[in-house]
């Protein structure tokens, strides 16, 4: 059965800290990892990783593959208290629904 | 990407009723999708959304409590029947695409 596991489930940090966000996968025929940003109701998009190695970036946020490892992380620099959320890692095989992880709630306090 | 449009965007019922979520596309989508979020949880899969045929519902979900209808590749409804407070959660609908997954803007569902 295809898996999705995050860690840590929870953080808090304080503004300006930096903090890396966990999430290992088991999918059968993988295709891609995808990170989300869940503030109330709908998951934003923020990252669709498919090769090893290859870092995305977008201001402050970044992510980076191990299709070795099977392995994501996400990285947030100078964190604010916008940065506030829950954070959804999900693996995709293809035509198929996404898997998702427990998610990580974090938590930036001024 | 996609832009879904989805509504209610909240709604409070009374146990027993139903309430039917519809979801919007600005774009013909294959991959239609509805997830269910329970208070505190990550999301769960409830079923597919096939077009021109039934939806295919994952394990723990039937069609008789949560009804799926998939007349077009724009559109979608999902009704979550005869509620209880159990079905108190969030509920999206997604579709998927080459370049990735967009979500509708949910619904927040309270059973009184």
């Known amino acids: 059965e295809d898996k999705v596991v995050q860690s840590p489930l929870s953080l808090v940090v304080h503004e300006g800290d930096t903090v890396t966000l966990n999430c290992s996968y088991e999918?059968?025929?993988?295709?891609?990892l995808l990170w989300y940003k869940q503030e109330k109701k709908a998951p934003t998009f923020l990252f669709m990783l498919t090769s090893s190695g290859i870092e995305k970036k977008s201001g402050r946020l970044s992510s980076i593959l191990d299709k070795k490892e099977l392995f994501s992380i996400l990285n947030i620099t100078a964190t604010q208290t916008g940065d506030s959320a829950v954070y959804l890692c999900a693996g995709n095989s293809g035509n198929t629904p996404l898997v998702f992880g427990k998610g990580t709630r974090l938590s930036v306090i001024a | 990407s996609a832009v879904i449009s989805q509504k209610p965007s909240r709604d409070i019922c009374q146990r027993g009723t139903s309430l039917t979520i519809q979801c919007q596309v600005d774009?013909?989508?294959?991959?239609m999708f509805w997830y269910r979020q329970q208070p505190g949880q990550s999301l769960t899969l409830i079923a597919t959304?096939?077009?021109?045929?039934?939806?295919?519902?994952e394990s723990g979900f039937v069609i008789d409590k949560f009804p799926i209808s998939r007349p077009n590749l724009t559109f979608s409804t999902l009704t979550v029947s005869n509620m209880s407070p159990e079905d108190s959660s969030i509920y999206l609908c997604?579709?998927?695409?080459?370049?990735?997954?967009?979500f509708g803007s949910g619904t927040r569902l309270t059973v009184v």
């Open positions: 997604s579709v998927g695409q080459t370049y990735g997954y967009t």
């Open positions: 999918v059968t025929n993988f295709r891609s």
């Open positions: 959304a096939n077009q021109g045929s039934e939806a295919t519902y």
């Open positions: 774009s013909q989508v294959t991959m």
